[in-house]
C-alpha cells in the first residue's frame, strides 16, 4: 500500500464548485504539504503544516484553503474554483528527525471548466 | 530571479551518454539539498540527497559548491530507463519549506 495516498485521483470540475482534494499518509510523519504544478512553473507550494495545530500559507495561497484534520490527513479545498487552478495538485509529507527530505503522494489532477 | 534555477532542456542523448545537470540556488541559508525524479504526469520521487564532500549512487554523482550556490548530477552509461525530470531542490533555510526548480527533461535514445 502506498505511504501517501491522495483522493480522487482526477477531478473534472466547472467555475465556481466548491472542490475539496484529500491526502492521507500512514509514514507517522509530523509535517505535510500542498503544492500545484504547471508547465514551465514548477512545484509551487499552497499550504503547509507542521503539526495538528499548525497551518501556514505557502506562496501561493489565495483561492486555496486547508485543514488538518489528524496528523494522517490534510485537505485542500478550493472555495469557489476557477480555470487558472486547472493543475496537477501534489501532498507530501516529511518527518523533521529524519532531513527534509520530502514524500508525495501520486497526484490529484484538477480541471476546471 | 528564481530561488533554484535550471536548464529546462530537454537534454537528448544516446544510450551509454555521460550527461550533466547543473542548477543554481540563491539562498544563501540553504541546508539541504536534493535530487528528485519525476516521470511524466507522475509523483516526484527522491533520486538522492547531496552532499558538500558530494556522493555516489551507482551511476549517478551529485555535487555540492556551496561558495558557487551550485549543485551538480552526472548520470554515467545513460539508460533508456533514465528517461524523466530532474528536479533540483534547496531547503529554504531551517524553514521547513523546499524550493524545487522547474526541472530538467532527459530523453535518453536507443
Known amino acids: 500500500d502506498a505511504d501517501v495516498t491522495q483522493t480522487p485521483r482526477n477531478r473534472i470540475t466547472k467555475t465556481g464548485k466548491r472542490i475539496m482534494l484529500e491526502c492521507s499518509q500512514t509514514?507517522?510523519?509530523?509535517?505535510m504539504y500542498w503544492y500545484r504544478q504547471d508547465p514551465g512553473l514548477g512545484l509551487r507550494l499552497i499550504y503547509y503544516s507542521f503539526d495538528v495545530k499548525d497551518i501556514n500559507k505557502g506562496e501561493i495561497s489565495d483561492g486555496y484553503s486547508v485543514s488538518r484534520q489528524a496528523q494522517a490527513k490534510f485537505s485542500l479545498s478550493l472555495e469557489s474554483a476557477i480555470p487558472n487552478q486547472t493543475a496537477l495538485y501534489f501532498c507530501?509529507?516529511?518527518?523533521?528527525?529524519?532531513?527534509?527530505?520530502?514524500?508525495f503522494g501520486p497526484g490529484t489532477r484538477l480541471t476546471v471548466l | 530571479r528564481k530561488e533554484v534555477e535550471q536548464d529546462p532542456g530537454p537534454f537528448n542523448v544516446p544510450e551509454g551518454a555521460t550527461v550533466a545537470f547543473n542548477c543554481t540556488y540563491s539562498?544563501?541559508?540553504?541546508?539541504?539539498f536534493f535530487w528528485y525524479r519525476q516521470d511524466c504526469r507522475k509523483e516526484p520521487k527522491l533520486l538522492m540527497s547531496v552532499y558538500s564532500s558530494g556522493n555516489e549512487d551507482g551511476r549517478f554523482t551529485a555535487q555540492l559548491n556551496r561558495a558557487s550556490q551550485y549543485i551538480s548530477l552526472l548520470i554515467r552509461d545513460s539508460k533508456l530507463s533514465d528517461s524523466a525530470t530532474y528536479l533540483c531542490v534547496a531547503d529554504s533555510g531551517n524553514t521547513g519549506k523546499l524550493i524545487f526548480g522547474q526541472g530538467t527533461t532527459l530523453q535518453v535514445k536507443p
Open positions: 507530501a509529507t516529511s518527518d523533521l528527525q529524519k532531513s527534509d527530505t520530502q514524500y
Open positions: 539562498n544563501s541559508a540553504s541546508q539541504s
Open positions: 509514514k507517522g510523519h509530523d509535517r
